[in-house]
């Protein structure tokens, strides 16, 4: 089946960027997705990108894909304290069928730490 | 204000207890899910609902037992259940093929 993986923690200083990175299996993922999970709370989309692009920019988050490697990475840039969280990244397989729901393999996220 | 919305937040049964858990999304979508998180495991995809019908049965027992009265709303029945059940569960929600929003869980403890 489709596996995702991710490494388990990391930790930047306040001010410096993070990049978070991700490796999945599926060679027919069509969305990739990257969410954040605070504390006490369900898991927020931040971004994700279609798997016909390699690059997507979003304020300060930018997104890279190398389809050819299966690898996703979040860069985060200017880090601050209210990015410390659990990062998800999530893969979409092509769908069997129209009309069916999405089906999302999940990463066991990356713990960020950011450190003053 | 996440625009899924899960009750309640928190719940700690016995093994012998019937509880159930609400989900209600605000966002016209059609599809619903049904997510476990333990700790240090990834979600694990328990149940898909896409225009109140059920389209995904991972392998859950029987312990749980969704129910999809409307696009709107979900629930998750549960009765007999086992200490290693005591998890996060999550709500999401979707349009058919686009991302999921998630709901803040209910974070389940049984004793």
């Known amino acids: 089946g489709e596996d995702v993986e991710q490494s388990l923690f990391l930790s930047v200083r306040e001010g410096d960027s993070s990049v978070i990175n991700c490796t999945y299996t599926d060679s027919s993922s069509t969305y990739l997705y990257w969410y954040k999970q605070e504390p006490g709370a369900g898991l927020q989309l931040l971004t994700y990108i279609f798997s016909n692009m390699d690059m997507k920019q979003d304020q300060r988050l930018t997104v890279l894909l190398n389809k050819k490697d299966k690898h996703l990475s979040l860069r985060i840039a200017d880090t601050q304290t209210g990015d410390s969280a659990i990062y998800f990244c999530?893969?979409?397989?092509?769908?069997?069928?129209?009309?069916?729901?999405?089906?999302?393999?999940f990463g066991t996220g990356t713990r960020l730490q950011v450190t003053l | 204000e996440t625009g899924v919305t899960q009750t309640p937040r928190h719940l700690v049964m016995g093994m012998t207890n019937k509880k159930s858990l609400k989900c209600e999304q605000h966002l016209g979508h059609n599809a619903m899910y049904w997510y476990k998180q333990s700790a240090k495991k990834p979600l694990e995809l328990m149940f898909v609902y896409n225009f109140k019908e059920q389209t995904e049965n991972n392998s859950v027992p029987s312990r749980f037992s969704p129910e999809c009265p409307n696009s709107s709303h979900l629930f998750l029945h549960l009765h007999t259940l086992q200490p290693e059940d005591s998890a996060l569960y999550l709500c999401a929600s979707s349009h058919e093929q686009g991302p999921l929003h998630f709901g803040n869980g209910t974070r389940l403890t049984v004793t």
């Open positions: 999530a893969e979409r397989s092509s769908p069997a069928n129209t009309g069916t729901a999405s089906k999302l393999t």
